[in-house]
């Protein structure tokens, strides 16, 4: 079965750098990192989660600490969509710098 999966530009580019490192295709990187996530014990969903819940679903990015200022709920990680909100959160940070200047 074929799939497409929609991974963040940097993401798949360290994935694609280190397959070839190790001469092993994409496809069976992410066939193995499948099997071995269905392979794994499930967690008990009667106990409480280690980690808290981010209606977002951005806490699993690394790269967002930076930005998590800037971020609305329900934001996707479409990269367009980011640098719109740090911008505009950014600029009304730097105009309201301006406007406390005597």
Known sequence: MKATLDLPDDLYRRVKARS???????????IQLFQNWLDAPRPDSAEPA??????TG?????????ARK????????????????IA???AAEYAEKLARRP
């Open 20 to 30: 070839a490192m190790e001469g092993r295709p994409v496809r069976t990187v992410a």
């Open 50 to 55: 280690d980690v808290a819940v981010d209606p």
């Open 88 to 90: 505009t959160g950014s």
């Open 70 to 85: 800037y971020l609305k709920p329900g934001m996707s990680h479409d990269m367009n969509e980011i640098r719109e909100a």
């Open 58 to 66: 951005l806490v699993d990015a690394p790269w967002i600490a930076i």
